[in-house]
């Protein structure tokens, strides 16, 4: 019976033959592969050209006509009282919608385009939404306001 020293390993003879075949075929790639990349015909992808950045076009606005805007409250504020003055501009004649999350007020915009509101807020976050209705238009606003005790 032969000694143990002089067998290799199942695992070890496996592992240099695998490793042997690896190291053949990417010597092999690196001599031929050129001379194979150059018989391939020429792909060329499609050029694709991006627009240029352009300035954003500012509507210009009709003589009197106001589009809607929250003017006061301003976004994110924190208010100590639960009936709050919502305020802004609106189309001119338009009726305008102030919702809370408890209720709402209708009013309508005066000829200066102004419109204002009073509402109920509830303890914590408040989405309030302004709506104006215009012949055959509406827009909306929203503005967010936590109420504190």
Do not use: F
């Not at 003589?63 to 609106?90: D, M, Q, R």
């Amino acid at each position: 019976m032969a000694t143990p020293a002089l067998y290799m390993n199942k695992d070890a003879l496996l592992a240099t033959l695998i490793g042997l075949g690896m190291g053949l075929i990417i010597t092999g790639l690196i001599v031929v592969g050129p001379k194979l990349v150059s018989g391939l015909p020429k792909i060329s992808l499609p050029k694709v050209s991006l627009p240029k950045k352009s300035q954003p076009v500012v509507p210009t606005p009709t003589p009197g006509v106001v589009a809607l805007s929250i003017v006061s409250p301003v976004a994110e504020s924190v208010i100590a009282k639960a009936e709050l003055l919502v305020s802004g501009t609106a189309p001119l004649g338009s009726i305008v919608v102030v919702q809370g999350p408890t209720d709402e007020d209708v009013t309508t915009a005066d000829s200066n385009g102004k419109y204002a509101g009073k509402i109920l807020l509830s303890e914590g976050k408040n989405d309030v939404t302004v709506t104006s209705y215009a012949a055959n238009k509406h827009e909306a606003q929203a503005v967010v306001v936590y109420y504190i005790q």
